[in-house]
């Protein structure tokens, strides 16, 4: 923790270093932008310098946050970067882009800007304790005083010391005070007031609780359709097959046991698929043995081999737990219907508080999230808790999804 003397100490060679930058800054940045318009008539050209641009602009908003918070000592929250959800080859120059409209980003352009200017004044202002030096000095030549542009022409030697001291002491003065400026600047720019925080968080928690929401719409209709798909028809057809049997009963008691026993085969069927809807609940195995075990349960049923490894030292929360198993479960069961792969390779581990998973397939790809979907659910379950879902699958492949889940829910 930095006194306030200190921060501003800090700060002062810092706007030097502005000032004498900003023009030449400046000058690249308009130099930049004309070069991308310029270059909007050979279309893909223009989009790939204001895209880099975009990316330079959050790179120098985040290093102004860095830069602020170490030297004022200020909480400036995280600045996340901002994703494309797109799955196409658009999706790398999409995410370049989309850094345009990140609010944060402009603010940190304009703190910059505004620093520079502090910056620029600050150095006039050197100039002047520079010249106030110089003046201490002047006695020494004799009585008459060319200093720069001033005449002062003959004139006791008080009169240039005076002139020097109050030069330094107003020139120091400013440069003080441009130094209280550019903290105060950075507090109000930068670090979020409190009304900001409590509407940000109260944003947030409204959407993940709609993200829950919709997950549980998700799985819902999930369950239905497969009761509807799978386990209804085998119920009725065991209705139907009891029905025949009754009907055959006194005329043709050999068929009656064939169909009992087509009964029979229907309703254990029926009661395996039950099993395995209890079981994209929550597994059995999951509540007693944890994350670890679960996984490696869920990769010896896989129809596909799955390179897995899994560091995970620790029990970690209920809902925790299970936000992970589904969304690897999620990965393996698309890998194995949808994407034609032959190999799965799976990472999952624990680091700073949150459970990490990258899973990578050799598959066709294309995978994209659609409205109720299977992705969709997952990425709904998993920002519901405060985690994180990005995937990228081109048409061809490969399907990279990676996945964190905070430890402690």
């Not at 603010?107 to 110089?134: Q, R």
Request: aromatic share 8%; with cysteine.
């Amino acid at each position: 923790m930095k006194t306030k003397a200190l921060q501003i100490t800090a700060a002062i060679p810092q706007l030097v270093l502005y000032g004498v930058l900003c023009i030449p800054m400046f000058t690249l940045f308009i130099g930049a932008v004309a070069t991308g318009i310029g270059l909007l008539f050979a279309f893909l050209l223009g989009v790939v310098v204001f895209a880099v641009l975009g990316l330079t602009m959050y790179l120098l908003a985040r290093f102004e946050e860095a830069r602020a918070g170490w030297t004022f000592d200020l909480n400036i929250p995280h600045h996340e970067f901002r994703t494309s959800p797109r799955t196409d080859g658009w999706k790398f120059l999409h995410t370049l882009a989309l850094q345009w409209a990140d609010s944060r980003t402009w603010i940190g352009i304009l703190h910059g800007s505004l620093v520079s200017l502090l910056g620029l004044i600050t150095v006039f202002c050197l100039h002047w304790v520079a010249t106030g030096i110089a003046w201490l000095f002047a006695p020494l030549q004799g009585s008459t005083y060319l200093l720069g542009n001033f005449w002062l022409g003959e004139q006791p030697s008080w009169v240039a010391l005076l002139l020097g001291v109050g030069l330094i002491l107003f020139g120091s003065a400013l440069i003080v005070g441009l130094a209280i400026a550019h903290r105060a600047l950075s507090k109000q720019l930068l670090v979020p007031s409190r009304e900001a925080e409590l509407r940000t968080e109260a944003r947030t928690q409204s959407q993940h609780r709609q993200q829950a929401i919709s997950a549980a719409d998700i799985e819902r209709a999930r369950i239905e359709r497969d009761l509807h798909d799978g386990v209804q028809p085998r119920l009725v057809a065991v209705g139907m097959t009891l029905g025949m049997a009754r009907r055959k009963l006194d005329t043709d008691p050999e068929r009656v046991g064939e169909l009992i026993d087509e009964a029979r085969e229907s309703t254990m069927t029926a009661v395996a698929e039950l099993r395995q809807l209890v079981r994209g609940f929550q597994p059995a195995v999951l509540q007693d043995r944890g994350l670890d075990a679960a996984l490696s349960a869920l990769i010896g049923r896989s129809v596909i081999p799955v390179d897995i490894q899994v560091n995970l030292p620790n029990r970690y929360s209920d809902r925790s737990e299970a936000t992970m198993y589904f969304a690897v479960a999620e990965a393996l069961a698309n890998a194995a219907k949808h994407a034609n792969a032959t190999k799965i390779v799976a990472r999952i581990h624990e680091e700073n508080g949150y459970l990490f998973a990258h899973i990578e397939d050799n598959g066709r790809g294309g995978a994209h999230r659609s409205p109720g979907g299977g992705i969709d659910g997952v990425i709904n379950r998993v920002t519901a808790v405060g985690g994180s879902y990005n995937f990228s699958s081109p048409e061809g492949g490969p399907t990279v999804i990676e996945v964190s889940v905070p430890c402690a829910l």
